[in-house]
Nanobody, 117 residues
Framework: QVQLVESGGGLVQPGGSLRLSCAAS????????MGWYRQAPGKQRELVAL???????DYADSVKGRFTISRNNAKSMVYLQMNSLKPGDTAVYYC???????????WGQGTQVTVSS
């Protein structure tokens, strides 16, 4: 069974930075595509960034140049470095693990990011 635990959220001023972390249990991590999604109040969950098991990355247009996704396969960790944060980045951020072969998705419980002065 896969479990994902996010950490690193909090309150930050506009222009500030945060680094989110996601710890994954289970042996499937190396074969999985990892993603960060977010959901703001009253809005649908949206993709923020993806990283394949080979290290290829993709970003939502709204975060390109500001956010960086990375992974450490040895530690089964995925990270989201968020710089130049804006109030519009306020949301609950979720870590996702997708098993490419089966298409199965696993989600963390989410971590709140609030950007406010």
């Amino acid at each position: 069974q896969v479990q994902l635990v996010e950490s690193g959220g909090g309150l930050v001023q506009p222009g500030g930075s945060l680094r989110l972390s996601c710890a994954a249990s289970g042996s499937i991590f190396r074969l999985a595509t990892m993603g960060w999604y977010r959901q703001a109040p009253g809005k649908q969950r949206e993709l923020v960034a993806l990283i394949s098991n080979g290290g290829s990355t993709d970003y939502a247009d709204s975060v390109k140049g500001r956010f960086t996704i990375s992974r450490n396969n040895a530690k089964s960790m995925v990270y989201l470095q968020m710089n130049s944060l804006k109030p519009g980045d306020t949301a609950v951020y979720y870590c996702q693990l997708r098993v490419v072969i089966s298409g199965s998705d696993y989600w963390g419980q989410g971590t709140q990011v609030t950007v406010s002065s």
